[in-house]
């Protein structure tokens, strides 16, 4: 039974936070420039080894992604989690995430979120650390999102100014037919 509501975008900064924004590499949705597959959160250590968090909100999508060929197979990542929210935490839907990948459950305790490790990942013994190279690849796509976001935010801003003054403009009539 569904006990919040939670967004992918939510999900992502609660299990970066939870990993260490300030200690490791954590960008999202990393899909090019690092010749692996797409991964919905990319985190990698000061050692230049690599994490990946696949994250899921709906049991539809959990069970459409045993479809993807990769299966998110790279000998770049050391270790692989599935994260979900706590309503999706049900035998059944466990049985749809591989065995060998880590389980984080998301919850919320009425104060905040909570990031619980339902199950270790097994780790990848082929898994390589990234090149000097790759790490500063995957810092640039991180900044390349910074600076996307920011473009969005200023859009919203002027946005956000002229449906206040569209407000102003529709108030003022208001005043004018109320006074006649």
Known sequence: MKTFEISTEEMEYIIANHFGIRTNLIVPNVSWGLGIHECDLLICT????????????????LKKDKEKQHGHNSDKIKYLYFAIPDYLNTEEIISHIPERAGILTIRNNGKRFVVLHEREPQRNVKATKLTTQEQYE???????RIWGLKNKCTGYKKERKQLLNKIKELETKIKGIEEQ
Do not use: H, N, P, Q
Request: overall charge neutral; proline content about 0%.
């Open 46 to 61: 000061k050692s230049g080894y690599c994490t990946e968090i696949e994250i899921k909100i709906s049991a539809a999508d």
């Open 138 to 144: 995957m810092a640039r796509l991180g900044s390349l």
